[in-house]
């Protein structure tokens, strides 16, 4: 940062940033170190289990775990991009991380972050399919079709993050290169800008706003139809298995939508950088440890199938 001769301020190029992590003595660092890599030991663990399951068992070779199995690479994706710096960091004085180096982590969490919210709306569309026209499912949710959806959620996560990347790293930065956060996001760097932002927020919360939207009304759509279906069966072993599936996967759409919405959708989300960095663990790392125990522990066909596997394992 300099100053000219009328006492402005005017940016100069930045060749790294500081993230600033969160604050405490070497206890609270070596305590949240010891829970970071708990939570990342724990996601890996989980998410390559899940992966393996449904890659090794023939039984799970369907839409519905064809997409769970995309939705656990995601999460180990999308943990590992944050974890590894965020450890290293703990144990580090500098925290020092290089202007390329925030660019490829801002735009690898946001391909993946947004990937998996319309990857969610995808299963949910998904399930519609399998309960409300289970005769017509094997056509309509045929192999080719169901990876042109996952290459559509890759290519909507694509595209934000490309817009949300080069909009933020054009921005000037003057203020300072301490980031206040424990890796980059847009909140922490917009406050570093020494130019206008409005673009971008207007941009930030209109693109995040309309993702949300328009992922959410698919999924409330959906089992609004499932709803009526599960209302007309008359075998309670049915519900029962349908409440299973779908309570699943009700329960991880609950809690990624409510940490994106409570992060980039709401007015004010800016500038609450304390309450983002608690957030930011819950989507970065919570979420993807809890997706495989939500499931793996309410779902009878991946403990059937994890069972088989350690037999299998036993015997060899």
């Not at 301020?9 to 949240?32: D, I, Y």
């Not at 290089?98 to 391909?111: E, K, N, P």
């Not at 003057?174 to 424990?182: R, T």
């Not at 409440?243 to 990624?256: D, M, W």
């Amino acid at each position: 940062m300099t100053a000219n001769r009328h006492g402005n301020l005017s940016a100069v190029p930045l060749w790294e940033f500081v993230l600033e992590g969160f604050r405490g003595g070497m206890e609270t660092q070596a305590l949240l170190f010891a829970a970071f890599l708990a939570l990342y030991v724990v996601t890996v663990m989980g998410n390559l289990t899940m992966i393996t399951v449904i890659t090794l068992d023939a039984r799970l070779h369907s839409p519905m775990y064809f997409f769970l199995k995309n939705l656990s690479f995601l999460d180990l994706c999308c943990s590992s991009v944050i974890a590894p710096n965020a450890l290293a960091n703990f144990l580090s004085s500098s925290r020092v991380i290089t202007f390329a180096g925030c660019t490829i982590q801002f735009f690898l969490i946001s391909v993946f972050a947004t990937t998996e919210a319309v990857l969610l709306a995808v299963m949910a569309y998904d399930r519609f399919r399998a309960i409300c026209s289970p005769l017509q499912y094997p056509v309509t949710m045929r192999p080719l079709i169901c990876a042109q959806l996952v290459l559509g959620c890759y290519c909507a996560g694509c595209f934000n993050s490309i817009v949300q990347t080069s909009l933020t790293f054009q921005l000037p930065f003057c203020s300072s290169n301490l980031i206040n956060d424990f890796f980059c996001d847009v909140p922490p760097l917009l406050q570093l800008a020494c130019a206008d932002t409005a673009l971008n927020e207007l941009l930030l919360f209109g693109l995040c706003g309309f993702l949300i939207v328009t992922t959410v009304l698919v999924i409330l759509v959906s089992y609004g139809y499932i709803t009526v279906t599960i209302l007309r069966m008359h075998s309670g072993t049915g519900r029962q298995k349908v409440f299973s599936t779908c309570g699943s996967h009700l329960t991880a759409v609950s809690l990624f939508y409510g940490t994106l919405f409570v992060m980039y959708a709401q007015p004010g989300a800016v500038d609450s950088m304390e309450q983002g960095k608690v957030v930011s663990i819950f989507y970065t790392l919570v979420i993807p440890m809890l997706n495989p125990l939500i499931y793996s522990l309410r779902n009878k066909d991946v403990k059937d199938a994890l069972r088989r596997l350690g037999q299998r394992q036993a015997a060899l």
